[in-house]
Every structure is written in structure tokens, then in C-alpha cells.
């Protein structure tokens, strides 16, 4: 039975330090000519203010592509002789939330299946993208996924905010679902109304990476619940973090 090539897209991701595993997060590939990146939010790599430092990650691949529960990790190193090897962007407003690393293709095993997003499928912010359209949030909440086919999880969503304004002057969108701990990373998309060869056998169009829920300082814990809103990074940050 054949399965949308989204989910092909997408990776369960674990970080570690040493032999130890840290946390589960959610990831997507990215290719950019020849070269292929795992996209994931920047604090899966590193995130300073809870001393998460992982020293590698590893996402799960499928190797079979007549047989979609076979899968085998892949590790990736995250630094070499010192010196980080994820990319990360920064622009006016500070640091943006999202990373790419670049995966050494012929260390991959063979066959290896996947699909993967191309500055084809980007949204480009300038775009119109209704209030209130529906999105999909595709990852592993609290690592949760079909644990026999490796693959994750689609969350629905709406856009929360105007799509193509900086929120609050973050290089940031908002969108209103449920999601959880190990959403960070995953790919923000929505289903390509139009037939184009250029989107291959991925009719999925990308807008932005989810980071984290937005929650408000003042809150009253017992009394108010949870907004329920979250930020996703434009995705358009990707052509300067895959550029040669």
C-alpha cells in the first residue's frame, strides 16, 4: 500500500551526549542541488538556557522501499574538532529558531527512501496565505509515531497570524494546534492546489518550521488555560542556511 510521500519527508530525530539519549524532536529534508540537509529548530542542536548540549543526533531512515517498516538510524556528528557544523541564521530581531545540517550522501545507506522539500516547494512570505487556512504540522509529539513503520504523526492547524508579517517582529508566523514536546522541527505545510512538475512526487508546499508554543507571562496557571497558539519560522530562511 502505497503512503503519502509527506511522511517520507519527515524523520524522527534523537539528540545525545555520548551514549546518552537527551530528547526526541521531529525533522525534515531539505535538498538544495546535489546537496541534502536534515532541517530541524535550532535548540534540538543546541539551547543555552537549559544546557541542553547534545554532541550528535540520529534520525531514523527507511531502507526498503517495498517494505516501509524497515528502517535504520543514521547518526550524525554535531561538531567536528570543536567547531559546530549545523548551520543557523540571525537577523535583525536575533537568532531564528531553526537549523540545517548537511548529510554526507554517500555515507547513506542503499537503498535509502525518502523524499525531500527543494526551494520548489518554499512559500514565499509576500505570498497570499488566507488567515485562518488550514495547515498541516507533520512530527513525532512526545516522540510519538507509528513505532512499526516509522513514521510520523499530522497535527491540523490554522494560521494564527498574518502570513507574510513578522510577529511581533520575529521572523515568525503563528498557528493555532495542539502540539506537544518533540513537535520542535517539524515541517509547517499545506497541499499544492496547482499541478507542477517541479514539486516532483512531493505535491506538499513548505511554509515555515514550528519552534514552540507561545504562551503569556501573566497567565493565572489556575484559572487560564493555555493559548494554544504556536511559532513557525518562515521557511525561506532555508536559502541562506543551504547556500554553497
Known sequence: MAIDSLLLACARLCTFAGGSLLTNASSFFFQRGERLFVVTSRHVMCDEDSNHRPDRIEIDLHVDPDNIAQSVPFSIRLY??????WRQGVDQAGEIDVAAIEIDRSALPKPCVYRAF???HLVDPGEDVDIGASV?????PLGFHDTLHHTPVARQAAIASAFGLRFQGQGYFLTDARTHRGTSGAPVVMRATEAAPTYGDLPWRLLGVHSSRLDVGTRDLNQDEALGLNCAWYADILLTLTEA
Open 80 to 85: 567536528r574538532d570543536g567547531v559546530a557544523v
Open 118 to 120: 527543494t526551494p520548489d
Open 136 to 140: 498541516l504540522i507533520v512530527g513525532f
